[in-house]
């Protein structure tokens, strides 16, 4: 891709060679606020081991292009085969797929200490980094404070066919936790369901979930949909489906999974695109997009992202 730097290619994000921007501090919601969702069932046993939904929140303004393969490989003029959608600011991503391995790498913002503005790059990065290198790259985050010390705080999942990893970074220090077999629903507060597991797992103190987590994460865990390539949207998704669409919940009321803020400087914030990829246990991938997402949801919205 002409005017990317060169590198490894999870530091390809920086168009024209321009430094990645990162939103200012005076730019950023409230720490109240859960922004952004990420629900991961794992069960190594099924056909489709793994199930993934993102929703990504953020300011309507931001620039971003759809999912595909908008990345070159290091050195080369080669494409990745990493697919994500672009984040045109900074040139990173939310969420990535590798549909070879398969492999998929998301992120959520965390809350804690931010970087020193001298310092902070674009955590879209990250998801890119983990889908290409897996445990590994999750692995040597955990152990390089320098290199985490320059983002802010964030929590990275890395989901394959039989593990999920959450690499936790508060600003200070990191975490990394391998989720077990179930269906876990993180938000920009944490890894919030299951409680018990996750306050086990992660060695937090003993919390409830937040709002969102407690309205959505039961509904999640007993609507384990099949994920079947072969399948229509809605026979693959099932009440997964109904649920990543709000689920009757009104964008402006707490624990929404489907937000809408109007801000009093006029900008926009809330859900932008929603994703849902599924992993099969013979290595197949499904992958369907949703860019506009609205209360009441428009199914018509959604479509297959290509994988071949």
Sequence with gaps: ?????????????????LQAHVRPRNQRMADSEAMCTV?????????????????????????????ARHWQTPQTPQWSPLIGGLDEQAGGTWLA????????????????????PGRRRSRGDLPLRAAAEGRQALSELRQD??????????????ADLTAVLLLSW???????????????????????????LGNQQLGNQQKAPDEKAR??????????????????????????????GGDGLSAAEPGAIIVRRDLPDGRV????????????????????????????????????????
């Design 1 to 17: 891709m002409s005017g990317r730097t060169s590198g490894p290619v999870y530091s390809l994000f920086q168009p024209n060679g």
């Design 39 to 67: 629900v991961v069932s794992l069960a190594p046993e099924a056909p489709v081991p793994l199930l993934l939904l993102g929703v990504r929140d953020e300011f309507a303004g931001r620039p971003w292009q759809p999912p």
């Design 97 to 116: 797929v590798h549909p070879d391995l398969p492999r998929v790498g998301c992120i959520l913002n965390g809350r804690g200490e931010l970087a020193p």
């Design 145 to 158: 404070p320098g290199t985490l010390s320059g983002y802010d705080p964030f929590y990275l999942v890395c």
């Design 170 to 196: 508060d600003g200070v220090s990191a975490t990394l936790t391998e989720l077990g077999p179930a269906t876990h629903v993180l938000t920009n507060a944490g890894h919030m369901y299951p409680p018990t």
């Design 215 to 244: 309205r959505f994460g039961p509904k999640f865990a007993a609507a384990r949909p099949s994920g079947d390539r072969a399948a229509t949207l809605a026979a693959a998704w099932a009440g997964w489906l109904t649920l990543a």
């Design 269 to 308: 914030w809330g859900s932008t695109s929603v994703t849902l990829v599924a992993l099969a246990a013979d290595g197949g991938l499904r992958y369907d997009f949703q860019p506009d997402p609205k209360t009441p949801p428009d199914p018509a919205t959604w479509y297959p992202v290509k994988t071949t």
